[in-house]
């Protein structure tokens, strides 16, 4: 199950344009902040190469994969770099079908209800909301009433550490944390500063600590 990774902080980190050689670096420096999810979108520079050293330094607790999937073709070039994760920018129910064929998690892209429910019929996993930015919070509410409540909804697009908050108060799960956390040209000193500020968001808006106020 997906959630298995995102029980401790249900963000997902996108290294979109990150190098290979700062992979490791980078990586760590999210890892320590408290991210088991990180994916290295394929239009990234070598991204394979990327997701190969990725999945060699942070080990089998964390989950390493590819965004901007388009293809059942790289999704097998995926798994043969050690990556267990696919992302989608759309609900291409072929490419869902592949990962699932070959033994990995699969988060679609969906901006509609008729494309989450034909994902989670292919097999996705989770689903991930995109874009976050043009459908809005009181979208996402909509959908809840009738999706079922085990699969993770995760907005992507514009999301900060002050936004979260009427994200998850309308039924999303988690996030996709893209050019707040890691753009190239960033070091690794300002990546952990900005994870641990989207881990310390998490953690004082999430439901899990509003069940503790309350």
Not at 28 to 51: C, H, M, T, Y
Not at 69 to 85: F, P
């Amino acid at each position: 199950m997906l959630t298995y990774w995102l029980d401790a902080l249900p963000l997902v980190a996108i290294l979109r344009g990150i190098q290979p050689n700062e992979s490791e670096t980078i990586g760590k420096a999210i890892g320590d902040a408290g991210f088991r999810v990180l994916e290295v979108p394929l239009n990234s520079p070598q991204p394979l190469e990327s997701i190969h050293r990725l999945s060699i330094a942070l080990g089998e607790h964390y989950l390493i994969g590819a965004g901007t999937v388009m293809t059942s073709k790289q999704v097998d070039d995926i798994a043969l770099a050690g990556g267990r994760l696919i992302v989608m920018p759309h609900a291409d129910t072929s490419v869902i079908r592949a990962a699932k064929a070959a033994g990995l998690y699969c988060v679609p892209g969906v901006a509609t209800p008729t494309e989450a429910f034909a994902a989670l019929a292919a097999g996705a996993d989770a689903l991930k909301l995109f874009p976050a930015e043009q459908l809005g919070p009181a979208a996402l509410k909509a959908w809840r009433a009738v999706l079922p409540s085990r699969i993770p909804v995760l907005p992507v697009g514009g999301i900060t550490p002050d936004t979260m908050a009427p994200w998850i108060a309308a039924g999303a799960q988690g996030f996709g944390i893209g050019s707040a956390l890691y753009a190239p040209g960033i070091g690794a000193a300002e990546v952990s500063r900005r994870a641990q500020q989207f881990a310390q968001a998490w953690s004082a808006v999430s439901p899990r600590s509003q069940e503790t106020r309350a």
